[in-house]
C-alpha cells in the first residue's frame, strides 16, 4: 500500500472558528474573555492581514448616528432589499452597531471628530475613520486572549458530522503537506463570500483586480452545502458600482464630495432609476446600453482641498485609484470618475445571501453556526454588523455548551486528499483552465456582465448542465504540491456554490432587483414572491424551498 503524502493531525478545542475576518476575530475576542472555553481559528491565510479588511477602510458604513436608532437602520435595510430580509436578525445586528464600534475604538481605532468631541459623519448612517490598521488590531484583540489559538494558513474543506450534528472540521496546511482533524463542541463559519464565480471586468494578468477579496471563493457555503445546511437567498447576487479599470469604491466620492451620477450628456440620471444599491447600477446599466454613456460621478469642480481628501481616503483602502490619479496627473477635480458594474459576487455582508439562521446565529445543524458574509438574511451588515454577529454567534455558543459535548471522529469520513497528487500533473486540463471555463459559463448563461446582468431559463438550464460538466472534469484534476491542492479547492468549492446561485435565480420568478436578479422571462415584481427562496443540497440535487416573510 503507498505511503500517504499527507500526515494527519488530530486536535481538540471546544470551539472552532473557521475563518479569522471581521466577525471570527471578534467572536474569539468575545469567547476568550471568558477564559474557561478553549478555541481554535483555522485561518487560510494570516489573520493579521486576513479577509475583507485585509488593506483597511476609511468609513463604518453601519452606524446609528446622532438623532437615529436601530430602528431607522432595520428600515433601511429592508427598504434596500424590497422587504426580503430578517427583521429579527437586522434587529439584534443594529442594537449592537455603537457598542461594537466603542468596542474597535478601545482597540486603538482612530475614528474621527469634530472641534465637539462626535464622530464625524459621512451620510445617515456611516463614520469616517482612519482604518489602515483594523484589521491588526482585531486580529491583536483576538491574539491576545490566552486561551485563543490561531492556525495560520489551514484551508478548511469540509464539516465533520455525526448524527446531524456538526462535531468538527477536517482541513489542510496550503504550505506542508498536514491535514488537520479538530474535533469542537461547536463550529462557527466566519469565512468569506464567493467572488470568482463569474468572469470579472478585467482579463489575464488583471483579473483578480475585483471589488471582493479573490481568495474569498465561497469555502464557507460550500462546507455547508456538501453537509446539507440550509441556505437562503442566494439569487440576491451583488454587484457594486465601482470606478472603471481600478474598482475602487464609488461611495467615498458619491457620500464624500455629494458627485452625482451623470451620463454623456451630462444629465444626471439617478432619480429616473431610484436610490436602492441595486437601482443605482441599474441605472448605469441602461444608461450605457442605450447609447447614453460612458456615465460618471461628477467631480470636476470639486476643488483641490477636496481633491487632496479623496487621495488620502482612498490611499486607506483603494490606493490603486489615487496611484491612477497621479500618474496620469489627472486628479477627480479636473476630470470626472468613470463608473462601472462589476461581476456578481454571493454575499451576505452586502446582500441577505448565506446560511439560514435563527436570532442566535445557530444554522440549520446543530453545533454549527454562521455569522458575518456567509450569514443570510440581514444585508449591509458591513463592517461592524459582522463584529455584531461575531459577538452573537459567540455568546449562543457560550449558552450552548452545556448541551455540547465531544464526540468520537470516524476517520472513514476523511477528506482524501492524497487522491489528488500526481508526479506529472500536468492533465488535458489544470484548475486555472477549469476556473476560467466556469466563469465564462457564468457569465455568458447565468447572468454576468456580458449579458447586462440578465438571464432566462433556457440559459440558467445551460449553465446548471455545463457547470455539472466542468465537475465530472474537475474530478480528474491532479497537482503536485500544497499550493496546487488550494487552488484546486478552491476550485471545487466555486463548483458547489454556482449550482446553488443557478437553481435560486430559476426559482424567483420575477425581477425584484433590477441588476442583481434580472430575469428576463419576468421582468416585473410579483408579489407572489415576497417570500424567502431557500435551498438544501440533497443526494446530489438542489432542493428549492419557500419560507414565509419574517
Known amino acids: 500500500m503507498e505511503?500517504?503524502?499527507?500526515?494527519?493531525?488530530?486536535?481538540?478545542?471546544?470551539?472552532?472558528?473557521?475563518?479569522?475576518?471581521?466577525?471570527?476575530?471578534?467572536?474569539?475576542?468575545?469567547?476568550?474573555?471568558?477564559?474557561?472555553?478553549?478555541?481554535?481559528?483555522?485561518?487560510?491565510?494570516?489573520?493579521?492581514r486576513s479577509g475583507c479588511l485585509a488593506a483597511g477602510v476609511n468609513a463604518l458604513n453601519a452606524y446609528i448616528t446622532k438623532g437615529h436608532d436601530p430602528e431607522f437602520y432595520v428600515n433601511y435595510c429592508l427598504k434596500d432589499a424590497d422587504?426580503?430580509?430578517?427583521?429579527?436578525?437586522?434587529?439584534?445586528?443594529?442594537?449592537?452597531?455603537?457598542?461594537?464600534?466603542?468596542?474597535?475604538?478601545?482597540?486603538?481605532?482612530?475614528?474621527?471628530?469634530?472641534?465637539?468631541?462626535?464622530?464625524?459623519?459621512?451620510?445617515?448612517?456611516?463614520?469616517?475613520?482612519?482604518?489602515?490598521?483594523?484589521?491588526?488590531?482585531?486580529?491583536?484583540a483576538a491574539l491576545?486572549?490566552?486561551?485563543?489559538?490561531?492556525?495560520?494558513?489551514?484551508?478548511?474543506?469540509?464539516?465533520?458530522?455525526?448524527?446531524?450534528?456538526?462535531?468538527?472540521?477536517?482541513?489542510?496546511?496550503?504550505?506542508?503537506?498536514?491535514?488537520?482533524?479538530?474535533?469542537?463542541?461547536?463550529?462557527?463559519?466566519?469565512?468569506?463570500?464567493?467572488?470568482?464565480?463569474?468572469?470579472?471586468?478585467?482579463?489575464?494578468?488583471?483579473?483578480?483586480?475585483?471589488?471582493?477579496?479573490?481568495?474569498?471563493?465561497?469555502?464557507?457555503?460550500?462546507?455547508?452545502?456538501?453537509?446539507?445546511?440550509?441556505?437562503t437567498t442566494f439569487e440576491m447576487r451583488f454587484i457594486a458600482l465601482r470606478c472603471k479599470d481600478t474598482i475602487a469604491p464609488t461611495g467615498t466620492i458619491a457620500q464624500g464630495v455629494g458627485a452625482p451620477q451623470v451620463n454623456a450628456k451630462g444629465e444626471k440620471y439617478e432619480a429616473k432609476y431610484g436610490h436602492t444599491t441595486s437601482e443605482r447600477l441599474y441605472g448605469t446599466v441602461v444608461e450605457n446600453r442605450e447609447g447614453r454613456g460612458p456615465c460618471t460621478l461628477k467631480t470636476t469642480g470639486i476643488g483641490e482641498a477636496a481633491e487632496e481628501d479623496l487621495y488620502k481616503a482612498y490611499l486607506n483602502m483603494a490606493p490603486s485609484q489615487t496611484l491612477r490619479w497621479l500618474e496620469s496627473g489627472r486628479g477627480p477635480d479636473g476630470e470626472d470618475v468613470?463608473?462601472?458594474?462589476?461581476?456578481?459576487?454571493?454575499?451576505?455582508?452586502?446582500?441577505?445571501?448565506?446560511?439560514?439562521?435563527?436570532?442566535g446565529r445557530r444554522t440549520t445543524l446543530k453545533g454549527l453556526y454562521a455569522g458575518g458574509d456567509v450569514a443570510g438574511g440581514a444585508p449591509q451588515k458591513?463592517?461592524?454588523?459582522?463584529?455584531?454577529?461575531?459577538?452573537?454567534?459567540?455568546?449562543?455558543?457560550?449558552?450552548?455548551?452545556?448541551?455540547?459535548?465531544?464526540?468520537?471522529?470516524?476517520?472513514?469520513?476523511?477528506?482524501?486528499?492524497?487522491?489528488?497528487?500526481?508526479?506529472?500533473?500536468?492533465?488535458?486540463?489544470?484548475?486555472?483552465?477549469?476556473?476560467?471555463?466556469?466563469?465564462?459559463?457564468?457569465?455568458?448563461?447565468?447572468?454576468?456582465?456580458?449579458?447586462?446582468?440578465?438571464?432566462?431559463?433556457?440559459r440558467l438550464e445551460i449553465a446548471k448542465n455545463k457547470i455539472a460538466e466542468?465537475?465530472?472534469?474537475?474530478?480528474?484534476?491532479?497537482?503536485?504540491?500544497?499550493?496546487?491542492?488550494?487552488?484546486?479547492y478552491e476550485l471545487l468549492d466555486r463548483l458547489t456554490v454556482c449550482p446553488v446561485v443557478i437553481a435560486h435565480l430559476g426559482a424567483r420568478k420575477e425581477t425584484r432587483w433590477h441588476s442583481f436578479a434580472e430575469n428576463a422571462d419576468y421582468p416585473e415584481k410579483d408579489e407572489a414572491y415576497a417570500c424567502y427562496i431557500n435551498s438544501i443540497e440533497k443526494d446530489g440535487e438542489i432542493q428549492i424551498i419557500k419560507r414565509a416573510l419574517r
Request: net charge negative; hydrophobic share 40%.
Open 470 to 488: 466542468l465537475s465530472e472534469l474537475a474530478k480528474d484534476l491532479k497537482v503536485s504540491d500544497m499550493d496546487g491542492l488550494l487552488r484546486l
Open 144 to 231: 491576545a486572549q490566552p486561551n485563543v489559538n490561531v492556525i495560520n494558513h489551514v484551508n478548511i474543506t469540509d464539516l465533520m458530522r455525526k448524527d446531524g450534528q456538526v462535531i468538527g472540521a477536517y482541513g489542510f496546511s496550503v504550505n506542508e503537506p498536514i491535514a488537520y482533524a479538530i474535533r469542537a463542541k461547536a463550529v462557527f463559519v466566519a469565512t468569506g463570500g464567493a467572488a470568482g464565480l463569474y468572469r470579472p471586468n478585467n482579463p489575464g494578468f488583471s483579473r483578480h483586480k475585483m471589488w471582493y477579496p479573490p481568495f474569498n471563493t465561497g469555502a464557507g457555503y460550500a462546507m455547508g452545502i456538501r453537509a446539507g445546511a440550509e441556505m
Open 338 to 359: 468613470e463608473v462601472e458594474g462589476t461581476e456578481p459576487y454571493i454575499v451576505g455582508g452586502h446582500t441577505a445571501s448565506g446560511y439560514w439562521v435563527d436570532a
Open 3 to 48: 505511503e500517504s503524502k499527507i500526515k494527519w493531525q488530530t486536535l481538540d478545542t471546544d470551539v472552532l472558528i473557521v475563518g479569522g475576518g471581521t466577525a471570527g476575530c471578534f467572536a474569539a475576542y468575545t469567547l476568550g474573555k471568558t477564559g474557561d472555553v478553549s478555541v481554535v481559528i483555522a485561518e487560510k491565510a494570516n489573520i493579521k
Open 83 to 140: 422587504g426580503i430580509a430578517r427583521r429579527d436578525l437586522l434587529t439584534t445586528m443594529s442594537e449592537r452597531l455603537n457598542h461594537v464600534t466603542k468596542e474597535l475604538e478601545d482597540f486603538g481605532l482612530v475614528i474621527l471628530k469634530d472641534e465637539n468631541g462626535e464622530y464625524v459623519t459621512r451620510g445617515p448612517r456611516n463614520i469616517k475613520i482612519n482604518g489602515e490598521n483594523i484589521k491588526p488590531l482585531l486580529a491583536d
Open 382 to 458: 458591513y463592517v461592524t454588523g459582522a463584529l455584531a454577529e461575531g459577538e452573537i454567534a459567540a455568546e449562543s455558543i457560550l449558552d450552548d455548551l452545556k448541551d455540547l459535548d465531544l464526540h468520537a471522529e470516524d476517520a472513514a469520513q476523511r477528506p482524501d486528499y492524497d487522491h489528488w497528487f500526481a508526479d506529472d500533473d500536468s492533465g488535458l486540463m489544470n484548475t486555472e483552465q477549469l476556473e476560467e471555463a466556469m466563469q465564462k459559463i457564468m457569465d455568458e448563461y447565468a447572468g454576468g456582465i456580458t449579458q447586462g446582468y440578465q438571464y432566462n431559463a433556457a
